[in-house]
Structure formats: C-alpha cells, structure tokens
C-alpha cells in the first residue's frame, strides 16, 4: 500500500512542480481486502500563475512495490473515474467560485520509482486571492464518494522599513551580523498565516577567461539558516545570524579557484551592483504541521508519525493541501574605491585566491555603463 512522504518543500523551491510523493511499502497484507486509497499533494503560492495539485491512488501486489510504482496504471486513477475540484471560500466560509480541473503531462517529472519522465498533474490558471480558503475535493465519479483537503495561503511579505536594508548590511568593514525582519505586507507574517521560514542567499559574478575573453555568468546560493525560523512573540520573523565573513566564507567554499579567469561581481536584471539577493520562502502550518511531526526526531528507531489534513469518511486518503510564498530583495555591491566589501572579496584573506578584480575595471562594468 502506498504511503505519503514529502520532500522539504523550502529547499526544492526551483523544481518544476511543487508536489512530491512517497516511498512504498513492498511487505502488503495480501489477506486484506483491497482498499482504495487515495494520496493527493498540493502546495498553492498565491503568486504562481498555475496550480497544480498530484493525486494518486493506494495500489496492492505481491511483487516489488518499488518496481510497481514505475507503471503509471498502478499509481494514477483513469481520469474518467475521478472529478478534481478546486474551491475558493471566504474566510467566513462561503463558497465563492468552483472549478473542475484539468490534466496536463507537459510537466516532466524526475527520475525516481514513480513513473517518470512523464507524470499526471491536475492544475488550475486561477488568480489566487490571499484573503480567501481553498479546499481540494477528489470526487470518486462511480461511487460518489468525496475526499478533501483546506488550506489558507501565506500571503505576500516584506523586510521591514524600521531597519534600513538601504545600507547593506555586506558592506560592513566590521564582522556585523545583518538583521533581517519579515512583516507582513498586511500586518505580521503570522496574519498573513506564515508559520515558518527559510532564508537564502544568493551571489551573482561573472567569470572573463583570460585567453579567449569569454564572459560567463555565474551564480551561487546557499541557505543562511541551519534549521527552519518561526514567528516570535510579535509574530514577525527574525533572522540575525549570517555575519558578513560568513558570506566570504560561502564564496570561497562554492567558488573554486581557477587561475585561468578573472571574476568580478556582477548585476542582477541588468542593474550594475545589485549582485547580492537574500530571498525568503514562507510555509504555513499545514506545512509546518506535516514536517514536525512527518520527520523523526532523532534516536536510534528514527520513528515516523503520521499527518494529512485530507478528510474522509473511510479514512481512505493521505497527503496535505498547504501553501509556500517567497520574496526576494537586492543588494548593493558597492564598488567605489575605500569601500570595505569589494575590498575583501578582492583582497581578504578567504576569497583573493578565487581571482576577483575590482567591477569598476570589468568588461561587465564598461557594457553596462554604454
């Protein structure tokens, strides 16, 4: 019988399809009678332009599970057989407007035991409103039978103005750790229902070969925190502990030294200096709910326990409908001469070995400037 895992949705915020699926039990009870089961995920970011919710079903053999999984009929319901709905409410329950989803196996799925590269996606193109509830129902056609799930979204954030990101905080000569504070665009990320969070940073340079002249865009991320951060009493969400020699550090553990280029920093959507990006992705207490209690604590038996907020008469279905949202917001880089950042990235002792010139001499600087 299949069972639900859930990939850490905050690290995987580049794949192409935000909802992930589960390992397989290959020792069934071949006594018991059959049992469908249904398993549906769902991660709604009120930002994408679409949707799209996973559903499979609970399948019985007596041979390898794992090697099962890989044929589509044995995973996913005939699209003939089930009606997949998504529901708006309001916050006060109503129901505002219903639609009955489509498929798509446009959307290539990764390597693994469940049948790939192609995959079965229900979706929706639908404007999501940060106000409103939304509720999965997978309607069994022959039966009648109905399973669901709700969730409210994470609404849209920002870094706080009481502290002024305008100054960045990498510029400092001193090892000062930067204070970042999330709100809520509409009041704390609490109100706008983000129960925890993951801070990224991002570095973009160009790298000019010293033979050919070629120029190449390059980037690196990293994940600022170790474990994930949650609202404080006042609801806001405080990240204070990536110092400014942690980011020279970060650059020198994922740049590799290279002595037949040159680097230097370079912009971001076209903007000279604005190399430096520190993006935040927010889940709800769905998520956070599946994730605490999903994963082992630790010890040695590693027990799981486990979550879905799917509901059901029959106690027939698993998986979550949650909901993620992110932000991301640019950094200076200044490179006029005497400031401290380009200085140590050119001259400190953890990254003058990567070969980074000052950006006021690039190629990159002089196109731009044009």
């Not at 070969?209 to 405080?238: C, W």
């Not at 917001?329 to 050119?346: C, M, P, Q």
């Amino acid at each position: 019988m299949t069972k639900k895992h859930i990939l850490r949705l905050l690290l995987a915020a580049f794949l192409p399809v935000t909802v992930f699926f589960s390992a397989c039990n290959d020792k069934p009870d071949l006594t018991a009678d059959y049992k469908d089961i249904t398993i549906s995920y769902g991660i709604l970011n009120v930002n994408d332009p679409v949707h799209y919710i996973k559903v499979y079903k609970g399948y019985l053999t007596d041979e390898n599970a794992l090697v099962q999984a890989s044929d589509w009929d044995n995973i996913y319901y005939n699209v003939d057989s089930v009606e997949v709905r998504l529901e708006e409410y309001s916050q006060s329950g109503v129901l505002q407007r219903s639609q009955v989803l489509d498929t798509t196996t446009q959307v290539r799925k990764e390597e693994g035991h469940f049948a790939n590269p192609r995959q079965l996606l229900y979706y929706s193109t639908w404007r999501l409103n940060p106000e409103c509830k939304y509720r999965v129902v997978i309607k069994k056609v022959n039966s009648g039978e109905e399973v669901y799930a709700e969730t409210k979204l994470v609404g849209d954030c920002k870094f706080s103005q009481v502290i002024n990101i305008n100054q960045n905080p990498f510029n400092a000569k001193d090892d000062i750790a930067p204070d970042f504070t999330v709100i809520g665009v509409n009041g704390t990320p609490r109100d706008n229902n983000a129960a925890v969070a993951d801070f990224y940073i991002t570095f973009h340079y160009i790298e000019v070969d010293n033979h050919t002249r070629a120029i190449a865009h390059k980037t690196i991320r990293k994940r600022m925190n170790g474990s994930f951060v949650y609202p404080n009493s006042l609801g806001e969400i405080q990240y204070n502990s990536f110092k400014t020699s942690d980011f020279l550090r970060f650059v020198s553990q994922y740049i590799d030294v290279n002595p037949n280029v040159v680097r230097y920093i370079d912009t971001v959507d076209g903007n000279p200096y604005y190399c430096l990006e520190v993006e935040v992705w927010m889940a709800n207490d769905v998520f956070k709910n599946y994730y605490n209690i999903s994963h082992p604590r630790g010890g040695i038996s590693q027990d799981r326990l486990e979550y879905t907020n799917f509901v059901s008469d029959n106690e027939n279905a698993y998986g979550i409908l949650a909901s993620r949202n992110h932000f991301r917001y640019s950094f200076k880089f200044d490179n006029t001469s005497g400031k401290h950042n380009e200085d140590s990235l050119v001259h400190g002792s953890l990254t003058r070995a990567l070969n980074f010139g000052y950006y006021r001499n690039s190629p990159e600087f002089f196109e731009v400037s044009k």
